[in-house]
């Protein structure tokens, strides 16, 4: 019989704001009105084999990547689910080029939203396991008219709250605001998301890594000698670790968190910033691991310490257990040391 107490998302956001006298239940009504968007966004994907919304747009988003017929309803459900909540004062998606302002009719809020609609799209035609993910500031722009560029391109330090929602054999919202992390997981028979996963802490270390072996040629040469270190057999340091690759980030990162070990997407010859996006992907993910006991690094440094320059720039990010994440950054500072000595 499990111990978790029988709560409801809506409820435990309320007694999470309970104990912050000064909040002022803003960011209680954009968790609630993102989980709505969630349920909507769930529902499509969970059917989205039987209706006409698989497959290509046709167009391409901002990246020069095929957009599918799910990311645009994701990005559209989640606006509009968001626009009017007279709680934000813009919004920015991995969908759109530029900066997403409140429609004029409505209330301008304290907070911005950043969005990922549904990371791992080139997955739903095989059925693997997609997310969205999300991360809330608050505005640092003066006034209090339309936000702006500079209060979508904060450090991830000042995350006030990010999560991710993972579609995957169920449907999971995992949210933190900096204090613990915590899952829920959706009864589509009462349509509520329910606590399922109290307190979420990464295990220490892992015995999982996560990373696109077919790209081991471009990898700088220390991260190679850290994934050869990991199929070494050791038995007293876990020795070798099993890999697994979704091809995914909600749910790599999710296996991560649950499981342990590290996620790695890195830069490498052909892609020097990596591929993933600094403000849509790692800030959040970074934030959440953290905030569950985790690392994450962009292969020198935290990734929630990185200066955003641009909306959309990528970053290599190394995320998971601490002793692990530790590791790889130890690998490539001891090759580094090794390739500067002089000959
Ligand atoms: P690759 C999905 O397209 C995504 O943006 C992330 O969700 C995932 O981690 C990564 O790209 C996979 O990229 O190059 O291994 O296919």
Known sequence: MSTTPFMTLERFIIEQERKHPEATGALSRILSDLSIAAKIVSREVNKAGLVEILGFTGSTNVHGESVKKLDIYAHDMLFKAMDHGGQLCVMASEEEEDIIHIPKHFRIGKYVMLFDPLDGSSNIDVNVSIGTIFSIYKRVSEGDGPGTLEDCLQRGLEQVAAGYVIYGSSTMLVYTVGEGVDGFTLDPSIGEFILSHPNMKIPEKGKIYSINEGNYKYWHPGLKKYIKWLQEEEKESGRPYSTRYIGSMVADVHRTLLYGGIFMYPADSRNPKGKL???????????????????????????????????????????????????????????DAELEKPI
Do not use: W
């Open 277 to 335: 996006r600094l403000q849509y992907e790692c800030n959040p993910m970074a934030f959440i691991i953290e905030a569950a006991g985790g690392k994450a690094i962009d292969g020198y440094k935290r990734i929630l310490e990185r200066v955003p320059t641009a909306l959309h720039e990528r970053c290599p990010i190394f995320i998971g257990s601490p002793f692990d994440v530790d590791k790889v950054a130890k690998f490539i500072a001891d090759t």
